[in-house]
């Protein structure tokens, strides 16, 4: 079943954010030199990049302001899944490696608790980076608080999805039960 586009992104940013992503190589994976921060500058508050190394095989490249300050701490240079509930970071792990893997974009709602307690709804579109040669190398991530849900115990981190869609850029998605995969013309 086809979902509408506004359905698919709530928040306007990850409009932009799309926007901004597929018209940088025509709706094919961009290269990474050609990702520049300036031309989204409202959004990159609230973005992070990913790229392979580090401890749990991902670290953060870069961690916006907002995302910074709504968690408590710099994550910028951290292992990626620092944060993420036990049960939930293997998975977060696996679709990270899947993402850039493939390649393909994945649209997620998840919540999140901030260090003081805030527990709100995020919608994270991800979208890979290419090196000069084609291959996945980065993973840019654009996180939009689209509902504040409660206030809970005051400790950061993530859970499991409530949401999870992989976005076909051309090289298919994952086969796996735990996402519906959306097509480049549903978003």
């Given at each position: 079943?086809a979902?509408?586009?506004?359905?698919?992104?709530?928040?306007?940013?990850?409009?932009?954010?799309?926007?901004y992503?597929s018209?940088?190589?025509?709706?094919?994976?961009?290269?990474?030199?050609?990702?520049?921060?300036?031309?989204i500058?409202?959004?990159?508050?609230?973005?992070?990049?990913?790229?392979?190394?580090?401890?749990?095989?991902?670290?953060?490249?870069?961690?916006?302001?907002?995302?910074?300050?709504?968690?408590?701490?710099?994550?910028?240079?951290?292992?990626?899944?620092?944060?993420?509930?036990?049960?939930?970071?293997?998975?977060?792990?696996?679709?990270?490696?899947?993402?850039?893997?493939?390649?393909?974009?994945?649209?997620?709602?998840?919540?999140?608790r901030s260090?003081?307690?805030?527990?709100?709804?995020?919608?994270?579109?991800?979208?890979?980076?290419?090196?000069?040669?084609?291959?996945?190398?980065?993973?840019?991530?654009?996180q939009?608080?689209?509902?504040?849900?409660?206030?809970?115990?005051?400790?950061?981190?993530?859970?499991?999805?409530?949401?999870?869609?992989?976005?076909?850029?051309?090289?298919?998605?994952?086969?796996?039960g735990?996402?519906?995969?959306?097509?480049?013309?549903?978003?």
């Amino acid at each position: 079943m086809a979902e509408s586009f506004p359905h698919i992104l709530e928040h306007p940013g990850s409009v932009t954010m799309w926007s901004y992503w597929s018209g940088l190589n025509a709706g094919r994976m961009p290269s990474a030199r050609d990702w520049d921060p300036v031309r989204i500058p409202k959004l990159m508050p609230w973005c992070t990049i990913f790229e392979r190394g580090g401890e749990t095989g991902f670290r953060i490249r870069f961690a916006g302001t907002a995302i910074c300050d709504f968690y408590g701490f710099e994550m910028t240079g951290n292992p990626v899944g620092r944060i993420a509930a036990d049960n939930a970071r293997d998975q977060y792990l696996d679709s990270i490696e899947e993402a850039l893997a493939r390649p393909c974009g994945r649209l997620t709602r998840i919540e999140g608790r901030s260090n003081m307690g805030k527990v709100c709804q995020f919608e994270v579109l991800s979208l890979p980076l290419s090196d000069d040669d084609g291959s996945a190398l980065r993973l840019v991530n654009h996180q939009a608080i689209v509902d504040t849900i409660t206030y809970g115990d005051a400790r950061s981190e993530f859970s499991r999805p409530s949401l999870s869609v992989w976005l076909d850029i051309g090289a298919g998605v994952p086969e796996n039960g735990n996402v519906r995969p959306a097509k480049m013309s549903e978003i």
